[in-house]
T-cell receptor, first 112, second 116 residues
């Protein structure tokens, strides 16, 4: 079974704090995506990483793809209340027709 | 961008009835579409993969006779929940892959199904 372990599953922090979400697997992924989802809406793609060791930045969000393409992290600097939401990592594995394997999700709550 | 729509956004039905949910790719051709269900505060669970013009491939544990999927064109896939029961109440989300790219799925806004 191909699993993508995401942690933590719940995170409650104060505005201004930093946080990191991790996704780990024993499988090698051809690409890994991070999504953010708000209640009652579909997931919105934040970033796609495809190269081992790749780092991408999106304002206060930093995404890393592990050298072996088995793990990834999302780091948020100086969290804001608007960052509240469900964060999902999802990976694709070669020759699986684009099927996404999702992590369990991280429910982030940023309090003022 | 690549936009996917779903209709309806919310539906309430009585137990035993059937409900059809549409998923459309508005500005691209989606050779492959996926259907997910999601329970509150949980991740997405893949139900089936739908390829245009062929039968859908269902994930283990998903009843193909209960969740009928049709992908009749490159821009439309439908999911019909037959003989719905309260336990089928969930958030159903579709996604599409643009052309033959296998790396990026574009998600619809979801459909909230409530079965009374």
């Amino acid at each position: 079974t191909q699993l993508l372990e995401q942690s933590p599953q719940f995170l409650s922090i104060q505005e201004g704090e930093n946080l990191t979400v991790y996704c780990n697997s024993s499988s090698v992924f051809s690409s890994l995506q991070w999504y953010r989802q708000e209640p009652g809406e579909g997931p919105v793609l934040l970033v796609t990483v495809v190269t081992g060791g790749e780092v991408k930045k999106l304002k206060r969000l930093t995404f890393q793809f592990g050298d072996a393409r088995k793990d990834s992290s999302l780091h948020i600097t100086a969290a804001q209340t608007g960052d509240t939401g469900l964060y999902l990592c999802a990976g694709t594995i070669r020759n699986q027709g684009g099927k996404l394997i999702f992590g369990q999700g991280t429910e982030l709550s940023v309090k003022p | 961008g690549a936009v996917v729509s779903q209709h309806p956004s919310r539906v309430i039905c009585k137990s035993g009835t059937s409900v059809k949910i549409e998923c459309r790719s508005l500005d691209f051709q989606a050779t492959t579409m996926f259907w997910y269900r999601q329970f509150p505060k949980q991740s997405l669970m893949l139900m089936a993969t739908s390829n245009e013009g062929s039968k859908a491939t269902y994930e283990q544990g998903v009843e193909k006779d209960k969740f009928l999927i049709n992908h009749a064109s490159l821009t439309l896939s439908t999911l019909t929940v037959t003989s719905a029961h309260p336990e089928d109440s969930s958030f159903y989300i579709c996604s599409g892959i643009r052309g033959f790219s296998t790396d990026t799925q574009y998600f619809g806004p979801g459909t909230r199904l409530t079965v009374l």
